[in-house]
Every structure is written in structure tokens, then in C-alpha cells.
């Protein structure tokens, strides 16, 4: 069988939201996300990895005006399980484009 491998830097690129809302954009230690829908940006942030598979973003939202804190594990390398400092879990998908 194919072996699948973790792609270089791991969760850089693009990541869906479960509900197909946003769009996450992930390169060199930035985060964007914007809506699906119109493309308005959501919330600006960062990122930096704890270890190989594990990665702590920080997330400025737009709308709110609040930073929050979010550790996010790649748990396949299309699909990224991530918990709020609120303890919100969410699943975020690889886009393929």
C-alpha cells in the first residue's frame, strides 16, 4: 500500500472548518482564516509548533476583538483536532486545491 507521509512543515496550507464556513490559511508562523462564502477575513494569528505533531495557535478575532489560545494535534495529515483555551474542540480538514 501508498505510504502517506506528513507534508513538509505539517500544517502549513489551507484547512476547512467541519462546517464549511472558513478557510484557515497556514504559511511561515502566520494564520489567517476567511469565509468561505465571501472571502472576508475572520481572524489574523500565529502559530508555532510544540513538537512535530502538535501546534499552539494564537487567534486574534476580527469580529470580537478577542485573542484566544488554540493547541491543535495533526492527527492525520489531512486533518488537524484542535481544543480552545475555552475547551471548544473543533476538526479542521486539508483543503485540496
Known amino acids: 500500500p ?6 513538509q512543515g505539517g500544517v502549513e496550507g489551507e484547512w476547512m472548518s467541519e462546517d464549511g464556513v472558513a478557510i484557515s490559511l497556514s504559511s511561515g508562523g502566520v494564520f ?4 468561505t462564502g465571501t472571502g472576508n477575513k475572520l481572524a489574523d494569528g500565529s502559530y508555532r509548533y510544540v513538537d512535530q505533531r502538535t ?3 494564537t487567534v486574534m478575532s476580527l469580529i ?3 485573542t484566544s489560545a488554540v ?27
Open 64 to 66: 470580537r476583538q478577542t
Open 32 to 35: 489567517e482564516t476567511v469565509a
Open 2 to 7: 501508498p505510504v502517506v507521509t506528513t507534508p
Open 71 to 97: 493547541n491543535c494535534a495533526l492527527a492525520t495529515p489531512t486533518q488537524l483536532n484542535c481544543t480552545a483555551s475555552g475547551g471548544q474542540q473543533f476538526i479542521l480538514t486539508r483543503r485540496v486545491v
Open 55 to 57: 501546534v499552539e495557535i
